[in-house]
Antibody, heavy 120, light 110 residues
Framework: EEQLVQSGAEVKKPGESLKISCKASGYRFISYWIGWVRQMPGKDLEWMGVIFPGDSDTRYSPSFQGQVIISVDKSISTAYLQWSSLKASDTAMYYC?????????????WGKGTTVTVSS | QTVVTQEPSLTVSPGGTVTLTCASSTGEVTSAYYPNWFQQKPGQAPRSLIYSTNDKHSWTPARFSGSLLGGKAALTLSGVQPEDEAEYYCLLYFSNSAWVFGGGTKLTVL
């Protein structure tokens, strides 16, 4: 079964760093794009960016450029989303998604999400 | 900043038909925006229903269909079931770095 398994919930303080993960299984990791989507509490979905594990080609939404880093470790079929200095406004659910291609954009597999809470 | 607008809420009776729309602040939505539609139920991750305007995933129920309607992307549910009550989001593709979700439509089946 093709799936994306995300890391568990995180509770952090403002200013701390964080790296959450998304482990792929059941398919060839390096052949599909992985994207990240944010959903703040009670709010809409927001597209953050996407990475192609085969060559680490990464595209960020302008709203998130410079705010987060998207990366992969091909050896363990895992994608990451990281922050160097968290803010309270980073409190949200974060989903990773699989995209077969960017030519005809579609998202066919979703992770269950990682909840990030940033509070002093 | 590009804004994608959906109806905030709609209500439909079981067995009825309802159309949700997705508009862009940049103007007419065309197939070049590759409209996608997602369903999200409370406490769950979103689920993809429609991509590239009207293409369905293998798991998409036949009662869901996508189209372009009056300059907008549209999602039509025909023969609505109680389990279709959910939030529905559209997504428009503006470029490799600019994909924008709509604000979501809360669909109530009543």
């Amino acid at each position: 079964e093709e799936q994306l398994v995300q890391s568990g919930a995180e509770v952090k303080k403002p200013g701390e760093s964080l790296k959450i993960s998304c482990k792929a299984s059941g398919y060839r990791f390096i052949s599909y794009w992985i994207g990240w989507v944010r959903q703040m509490p009670g709010k809409d979905l927001e597209w953050m960016g996407v990475i192609f594990p085969g060559d680490s080609d990464t595209r960020y939404s302008p709203s998130f450029q410079g705010q987060v880093i998207i990366s992969v470790d091909k050896s363990i079929s895992t994608a990451y989303l990281q922050w160097s200095s968290l803010k309270a406004s980073d409190t949200a659910m974060y989903y990773c998604v699989r995209l077969p291609t960017l030519t005809i954009p579609r998202m066919d597999v979703w992770g269950k999400g990682t909840t990030v809470t940033v509070s002093s | 900043q590009t804004v994608v607008t959906q109806e905030p809420s709609l209500t439909v009776s079981p067995g009825g038909t309802v159309t949700l729309t997705c508009a862009s602040s940049t103007g007419e939505v065309t197939s070049a925006y590759y409209p996608n539609w997602f369903q999200q139920k409370p406490g769950q991750a979103p689920r993809s229903l429609i991509y590239s305007t009207n293409d369905k995933h293998s798991w998409t129920p036949a009662r869901f269909s996508g189209s372009l309607l009056g300059g907008k992307a549209a999602l039509t549910l025909s023969g609505v079931q109680p389990e279709d009550e959910a939030e529905y989001y559209c997504l428009l593709y503006f470029s490799n770095s600019a994909w924008v979700f709509g604000g979501g439509t809360k669909l109530t089946v009543l």
